[in-house]
């Protein structure tokens, strides 16, 4: 079973910093894109940060400057290390990857997913 799992969320005060983690786990052949999105209360689920396999990023203007998204490819792990926090920031973030998994039996290729983390709550409070 082919999974993610978030960790590194919690409270903050504003101008803080905090750093998430995901990692993928089970058969995985290859991970094209990984990305963090969040999702406060009473609103939707906005793109934060992405980054390609060969490590090409992009970020949600919000963010730009403050964040910065990084992969290690040989562990399957996104990071999100945010800086100078706001309270605007406060949210739930989720995890996400478009993956390419493979019969552990067989070795071949199965159908790609797109994968969703449980999600960690960030609060920037004082």
């Known amino acids: 079973q082919v999974q993610l799992v978030e960790s590194g969320g919690g409270l903050v005060q504003p101008g803080g910093s905090l750093r998430l983690s995901c990692t993928a786990s089970?058969?995985?052949?290859?991970?094209?894109?990984m990305g963090w999105y969040r999702q406060a209360p009473g609103k939707e689920r906005d793109m934060v940060a992405t980054?390609?396999?060969?490590?090409?990023?992009a970020y949600a203007d919000s963010v730009k400057g403050r964040f910065t998204i990084s992969r290690d490819n040989l562990k399957n792990t996104v990071f999100l290390q945010m800086n100078s926090l706001k309270p605007d920031d406060t949210a739930v973030y989720y995890c996400?990857?478009?993956?390419?998994?493979?019969?552990?039996?067989?070795?071949?290729?199965?159908?790609?997913?797109?994968?969703w983390g449980q999600g960690t709550l960030v609060t920037v409070s004082s």
């Open positions: 996400n990857a478009d993956v390419t998994p493979y019969d552990y039996v067989t070795g071949y290729r199965r159908r790609d997913l797109e994968l």
């Open positions: 089970g058969s995985i052949l290859s991970i094209k894109i």
């Open positions: 980054i390609t396999e060969g490590s090409t990023t």
